[in-house]
């Protein structure tokens, strides 16, 4: 078993995900479909927007960043691509890590995708399908979220301490500085609100 898929059982029955997700989603494909061109303009005209996350585009590249998310949206659309799908999100994870995107930029605008979506499910169905169609679409998308959080957590982690053990620092030496450093946050913290 890959670590991605351990993660993927631990995600799924947190969030009561489960394979019919991917069923509900590929029945409404065509209408889904659709909404395609309004879910990318909220996403990149948010992203777009704000200066923080403007700045993790490349000049030019708004056409082919769109483009991919309109292919992601088409994908879980498709039905049950397995293990695959999963490993897919794990590596568009690394290259947000890469592009130095934040995890709170990605889930940021995944709850807002999420928004627009429950918004158009609203619109369009009569209330128990739309909460159907849009609790698919919510759990997928919060598998996708939490395996993209796993991976910033995994990458810190590794890179921090297989760098600390070139330079002859063990784990335990690690774990006490990391642990002294969240204390010291927490206090700071606290101190905020007390």
């Known amino acids: 078993m890959t670590k991605t898929q351990d993660y993927h059982k631990v995600i799924s029955q947190l969030i009561g995900f489960n394979d019919t997700d991917w069923e509900v989603l590929a ?4 209408e889904i479909k659709q909404w395609a061109p309004e879910l990318i303009d909220v996403f990149y005209d948010t992203l777009y927007g704000i200066e923080e996350t403007k700045s993790v585009f490349r000049e030019g590249e708004r056409p082919k960043v769109e483009e991919t998310l309109k292919n992601w949206i088409i994908s879980i659309l ?11 999100q794990w590596y ?16 940021g605008i995944m709850n807002r995708l999420q928004q627009v979506f429950l918004k158009k499910c609203m619109e369009t169905y009569e209330k ?6 849009y609790g698919a679409f919510h759990r997928i998308s919060g598998m996708v979220s939490g395996l993209i959080a796993q991976c910033y957590d995994e990458v810190i982690e590794t890179s921090t301490h297989e760098s600390l053990a070139r330079v002859g620092m063990n784990n335990a030496l690690v774990k006490r500085l990391k642990d ?5 946050m927490i206090e700071q913290t606290k101190a905020l609100f007390t």
């Open 92 to 107: 568009v994870a690394l290259l947000h890590i890469k592009r130095g995107t934040k995890n709170l930029y990605v889930l």
């Open 27 to 30: 029945n409404e494909v065509d």
């Open 78 to 88: 498709s039905g049950d691509q397995g293990d695959s799908f999963w490993e897919h």
């Open 180 to 184: 002294k450093h969240i204390d010291k």
């Open 128 to 133: 128990d399908k739309a909460m159907s169609v």
